[in-house]
């Protein structure tokens, strides 16, 4: 069973912690929010996944029992807008956003799908878990923001959790080493991502 305090599971949360609260910062930013709003877009992107999937496994939310998260979500938040601070440039057009979110997307991703093989969950709750915890962050900031959540209508996005997810019960399943499964997985969701952007795919749409 994959513990909680493994590097593999540790630096992957960790990961997704600090690109989730950079991709919302930077989205506060460009709204023309304040400080405290920034801050607020940065904290809710980066540990609402986490407290949808925590709730979701019936446990305490993870984000609400010690420092770690917190510290990093700031970390994150700091770094933004320092970068921001030192570029000045627009950040609306660039693609900046596009790539946090897609490595905030893989890393939660996984995440989502340990805490969904930890409390016994079959593969829909496997896909629940990991789509919930890579999404949620994204969509409350949207909803924030007074935007259509990201997650209803980009291109080929939330399809990478689900994709990610289903490899995530394919290969746990098969025994094959725990820490490959969580970096392969990772490394699944970010490149189909990364090749979604580059490649502009869409799902249909009517």
Known sequence: MIALNDF?????????????????????????????GVTVLG??????????????????????LGYNDIG???????AAAITYKLTRKDISKTVIIKIFDAVGLAAFTVTGAVAAYQTK??????????????VGGGLISDLLT?????VLKEDFYATCAIIGA?????????????????YTTFSIVLAVRILAISMKWH???L
Do not use: E, H
Request: charged share 10%; glycine share 10%; with cysteine.
């Open 166 to 182: 289903v490899w995530f019960y394919i290969t746990i399943n098969l025994g094959l080493n725990q820490n490959a499964v969580i």
């Open 8 to 36: 593999a599971y540790s630096i992957t949360n960790d990961i997704g912690l600090m690109a989730f609260a950079i991709s919302g910062a930077y989205k506060g930013i460009n709204c023309d929010l304040d400080i405290l």
């Open 203 to 205: 799902l249909p749409k």
């Open 72 to 78: 990093f979500t700031f970390t994150g938040i700091l």
């Open 146 to 150: 007074n935007k259509v959540p990201m």
């Open 43 to 64: 904290f809710m992107t980066a540990l609402g996944g986490g407290i949808t999937r925590d709730i979701l496994a019936n446990r305490l939310p993870a984000a609400f």
């Open 121 to 134: 969950f079959n593969i829909a709750g496997i896909i629940l878990l990991s789509f919930s915890t890579a």
